[in-house]
C-alpha cells in the first residue's frame, strides 16, 4: 500500500502566502517525479508545478515567480511554497507521485487526496 497525503491549505487573503506539504507513505522503493495539480470549481485538473529525482523543475505560466516546488527525497516529501496569491489560485490541490513500490514492476502514478485553498478577501 502506498499513500499521498497533502497537508497546509486553508484560507488566504489576496497577496498571503501557503506552504502545502505532501508525504508519501508505504511500501515505497522509489519514487521518479513528483507534482502538484489543482482544481478549480467546474475545470479540469492541471498541472501546477512538478519536480524530477533529481532537482529539475516546471511550473505552469499561471504560477512562475510567485510558487516554488521542492522535494526531500530522504523523507519522500514534496513541498509547494505559494506567495503572492490571487483569488484565480482558489482550488483543491493534489499532489502527484511516481512511484516504484517495493515488489511492483515499473512506475505507477498516485494521488493524494486533495487539500482546499481559496484566496478571498
Known amino acids: 500500500q502506498v499513500q499521498l497525503v497533502e497537508s497546509g491549505g486553508g484560507l488566504v487573503q489576496p497577496g498571503g502566502s501557503l506552504r502545502l506539504s505532501c508525504a508519501a507513505s508505504g511500501s515505497i522503493f522509489r519514487i521518479n517525479t513528483m507534482g502538484w495539480y489543482r482544481q478549480a470549481p467546474g475545470k479540469q485538473r492541471d498541472l501546477v508545478a512538478g519536480?524530477?529525482?533529481?532537482?529539475?523543475?516546471n511550473y505552469a505560466d499561471s504560477v512562475k515567480g510567485r510558487f516554488t516546488i521542492s522535494r526531500d527525497n530522504s523523507n519522500n516529501m514534496v513541498y509547494l511554497q505559494m506567495n503572492s496569491l490571487k483569488p484565480e489560485d482558489t482550488a483543491v490541490f493534489y499532489c502527484n507521485a511516481e512511484i516504484h513500490r517495493f515488489g511492483g514492476i515499473g512506475y505507477s502514478d498516485y494521488w493524494g487526496q486533495g487539500t482546499q485553498v481559496t484566496v478571498s478577501s
Open positions: 519536480i524530477t529525482r533529481g532537482g529539475y523543475t
